[in-house]
């Protein structure tokens, strides 16, 4: 698995699409993996204090420091993750892509997976595209593509904070 965007397309990824111009209704509701991309010349610039929305009562914000020590320089992958069917079957790519998308722009979400991207100065230019998947291999994906990037770059994605493991 080659973690480029040519990579991830002839993996069967799709969408591509930035941040600021997404419509999730474009989005499929069937599960899946999805990816969050940086674009061609694409630098980080941390913010002080992130967009993303308050959790529990904790600031998803963490200091420079530590973002950087999270940044992969030779990425173009900053965050891989899963949607699944949910509890209520309702749930999905189109739910759980519009739920990340709404994190940054500061609402309260359910969980606070990939809360790093939203520290991100520009990350109206990220990119993310999706790949459907059955609910029953799900876990599986995401935790061979968490495998895959820390066995070529040494460590998980940026904004992936823990490692996704298959249940046994």
């Keep these: 698995m080659q973690f480029t965007r040519k990579g991830l397309k002839d993996d069967g990824f799709t969408g591509f699409r930035p941040f600021r111009e997404m419509d999730s209704m474009r989005v499929p509701q069937g599960t ?3 990816a969050v991309l940086r674009p061609e010349g694409f630098h980080p610039d941390f ?12 600031d998803p ?3 420079e420091p530590e973002l ?10 900053l ?30 979400p359910g ?3 990939g809360r790093l991207v939203w520290q991100l100065k520009d990350a109206g230019k990220l990119l993310i595209a999706w790949k459907e998947l059955p609910p029953e291999g799900l876990n599986r994906a995401e935790a061979d593509y968490h495998t895959a990037f820390v066995e070529e770059f ?6 992936n904070l823990v490692r996704a493991r298959t249940k046994n």
């Design 32 to 34: 899946g993996v999805f």
């Design 47 to 58: 913010l002080k204090k992130s967009t993303a929305g308050v959790f529990k009562k904790k």
């Design 61 to 63: 914000s963490l200091p």
């Design 68 to 77: 950087s020590a999270a940044w992969v320089e030779a990425a173009v992958v």
């Design 79 to 108: 965050y891989v993750g899963k949607a699944g069917p949910g509890s209520k079957g309702n749930r999905g790519l189109r739910r759980q892509i519009q739920e990340f998308l709404d994190f940054g722009r500061g609402k309260p």
């Design 111 to 113: 969980h606070w997976d």
């Design 154 to 159: 040494g460590k998980l994605p940026f904004a």
